[in-house]
């Protein structure tokens, strides 16, 4: 079975720095794309950034020069930094990973998801 565990929201003020983190856990053959989404209230998911397995890295406008999408493959974590934090940032941050695992003879890819953490960015 395979988890992804999130870490590192909370309540910042406008104009600062959060860093989140993923780590993927379980019986895990290999993991291609991580990425991260957001869901501010009453408002769709949206794509924040993505990662792929050599490091290529996708960005929503929005969030372009301020945010760094970043992975260590042998820990199975990917990471969010974000700076220069605004109001219209704050909502709850998922992250994803698409993941292989193996029972025999099966090879089975998935889309995984974390629990999502809370992001607040208000003075």
């Known amino acids: 079975q395979v988890q992804l565990v999130e870490s590192g929201g909370g309540l910042v003020q406008p104009g600062g720095s959060l860093r989140l983190a993923c780590a993927a856990c379980?019986?895990?053959?290999?993991?291609?794309?991580m990425g991260w989404y957001r869901q501010a209230p009453g408002s769709e998911r949206e794509l924040v950034a993505r990662?792929?397995?050599?490091?290529?890295?996708t960005y929503a406008d929005s969030v372009k020069g301020r945010f760094t999408i970043s992975r260590d493959n042998a820990k199975n974590t990917v990471y969010l930094q974000m700076n220069s934090l605004k109001p219209e940032d704050t909502a709850v941050y998922y992250c994803t990973a698409l993941i292989t695992t193996i029972t025999f003879p099966r090879a089975d890819q998935d889309d995984y998801w974390g629990q999502g953490t809370q992001v607040t960015v208000s003075s």
């Open positions: 379980g019986s895990i053959f290999r993991i291609d794309r």
């Open positions: 990662i792929t397995s050599g490091g290529g890295t």
